[in-house]
């Protein structure tokens, strides 16, 4: 009953979870951000000041950040596709060739947090929490990003057009500026037409249809609001990167790897063993052990228990579901409700 049944299960629900966190986990609460790190992958970044307050009050700190993603290229090796700096948060489409987001994000923010410290006199975090990362599928998704990210301005109602503001890349996709070393514009332009086309024309109409159109953004496609891909490109990268991730704790990485919540696991122990409160904890323990990713220590504070009191539980049902058929019985309903309204 042990690790056989938890791994057919855990491959059962791989494809489902692909589909479903599409549509349910965008915008989803979480203590902790998914990280996920390798050489060459595509960012969407985002970073909000500290209760939303402004983190750009004049034009030199805007330039100040500009110069902050420079250096991050070269410390970092960071590639910048593309950026956004509005008042009191930026967007950024970033590609990590040496699989350091940590570090060049670490970099930018740190840096630029000392620098607006020092200069306002001040203390404490500027930023809200740590920045979010989509993962990206950039072949497919870049040049859409990059459109939604230039017309911030626009849909914030600050100009009429994308290349009225100053303080976006827009202008050097439209060839009306010319871009800074650091800025690739290569990448996205090769998406939007052939070398032989003008693809800076090219590209100004592609953002141009979408002004005064109320949008979708196309984050809301992201599973788990953290990769934005086709299922190919979700699924390569759940079965090579997150797996065998010990952070089982992170929501977004349970949801992935198809690991149902433990208030998930608990409400519906609860709904099948009504008569026999001790039994129903019991059962949710084994089934938290089985299904959820969480660790000893993290069943027992869900708990409230020490790690070896569940160590011991979960020994003690596995032996009682070995001697009893009916106890068995009902784990395995449990097991099988889960696979079926995830399906």
């Not at 693809?199 to 953004?217: A, H, M, P, T, W």
Request: glycine residues 6%; charged residues 25%; aromatic residues 10%.
């Amino acid at each position: 009953m042990g690790s056989g049944l938890h791994s057919t299960f855990y491959s059962n629900f791989l494809r489902y979870m692909v589909r479903e966190s599409r549509k349910q986990l965008w915008g989803m609460a979480m203590s902790r951000s998914l990280r996920i790190e390798y050489p060459g992958a595509y960012y969407h970044i985002t970073s909000r000041g500290n209760e939303k307050k402004d983190i750009f009050n004049n034009p030199r700190d805007r330039e100040k950040f500009l110069e902050y993603l420079d250096s991050a290229t070269l410390r970092y090796s960071a590639v910048i596709h593309a950026y956004c700096l509005m008042g009191n948060h930026y967007h950024l489409l970033l590609e990590t060739p040496n699989g350091n987001l940590s570090s060049i994000m670490r970099h930018i923010n740190g840096a630029y947090t000392t620098y607006f410290n020092i200069k306002k006199n001040r203390t404490g975090h500027l930023f809200q929490g740590r920045f979010k990362a989509f993962l990206v599928e950039a072949d497919s998704y870049l040049l859409e990003l990059s459109r939604y990210i230039h017309l911030n301005p626009v849909r914030a109602k600050i100009v009429d057009r994308p290349e009225q503001y100053a303080w976006s890349s827009y202008r050097c996709y439209a060839g009306l500026s010319t871009p800074p070393e650091w800025l690739n514009t290569g990448f996205i332009l090769d998406n939007i037409a052939d070398e032989n086309a003008d693809r800076q024309k090219e590209y100004r109409l592609f953002v141009e249809s979408r002004i005064g159109r109320e949008d979708e953004s196309p984050l809301v496609g992201a599973v788990g609001a953290s990769i934005l891909g086709a299922e190919a490109f979700t699924e390569k990268i759940i079965s090579t990167y997150l797996i065998d991730r010990k952070d089982k704790d992170i929501p977004a990485l349970r949801q992935l790897t198809g690991h149902p919540t433990p208030e998930d696991i608990i409400r519906k122990v609860g709904l099948e063993i009504t008569d026999n409160e001790k039994m129903a904890k019991r059962t949710s323990i084994y089934l938290c052990w089985q299904l959820s990713g969480m660790r000893l220590a993290d069943i027992g504070a869900r708990f409230n228990m020490r790690e070896t009191a569940i160590s011991e539980t979960i020994r003690r049902f596995t032996r009682e579901m070995n001697r009893d058929d009916k106890v068995n019985e009902v784990v395995n309903k449990l097991i099988q409700g889960f696979k079926t309204c995830r399906m």
